[in-house]
């Protein structure tokens, strides 16, 4: 019996997560691409897999054309399901990469996640950090936090100086709260 009301739980369970999240791996749903010129062409993409919607694009510019692809380095944008991704060359640890990242927050500082399978081939969702050209995954920051973090807000003296003072509030665990009080007060 108890084995029965666990399989009831858990079928009602995944019915409301698919009525909560109307969208189809493998579909096509309206969205936009935008070229390297700035240019938002509206089409149809496909709602990938969370391990290739990081790496590339599937576009029509109508239901019935030919299916284009894209990679990283030949868009700035996209935006599919409701979730805007952009084309962000960051700096992790040791390496530099280019992919697709979600959009978080946008402002001074933009925000991305990214999902990735780690070392020992378990999925992971990493945070990047973007400001103009610079990007960087919060990994980066870890080590000498103070420093780097405060270096990286440099244009608000203010804030950067609470961050290299390590003060209450300001450490590596509230890196997000900081960047959002960074965005708050500044102006693009």
């Not at 109307?22 to 010129?37: A, P, S």
């Not at 960087?136 to 420093?147: A, I, P, R, W």
Request: charged fraction near 30%; hydrophobic fraction near 35%; aromatic fraction near 14%.
């Amino acid at each position: 019996m108890k084995k029965i009301i666990t399989i009831a739980i858990l079928f009602i369970a995944a019915l409301s997560m698919t009525a909560q999240h109307n969208y189809r791996l493998g579909q096509y749903y309206e969205g936009y691409i935008v070229n390297l010129d700035g240019e938002k062409v509206r089409g149809y993409l496909k709602y990938q897999d969370e391990s290739q919607r990081y790496k590339k694009v599937i576009f029509k510019t109508d239901k019935k054309a030919k299916k284009q692809k894209f990679k990283p380095k030949q868009l700035k944008a996209y935006k599919v399901a409701g979730e805007v991704f952009h084309s962000v060359a960051y700096k992790d640890v040791l390496f530099k990469n280019i992919h697709f990242l979600l959009l978080s927050e946008e402002g001074c500082i933009n925000t991305y996640s990214f999902g990735s399978f780690n070392s020992k081939q378990e999925w992971e969702t990493k945070l990047v950090i973007a400001k103009g050209d610079e990007a960087y995954t919060g990994g980066t920051f870890l080590m000498g936090f103070s420093k780097k973090f405060s270096k990286f807000i440099s244009e608000n003296t203010a804030l950067a100086k609470k961050v290299k003072n390590k003060e209450k509030g300001y450490k590596v665990l509230s890196i997000l709260k900081i960047v959002k009080e960074y965005n708050a007060a500044c102006t693009k």
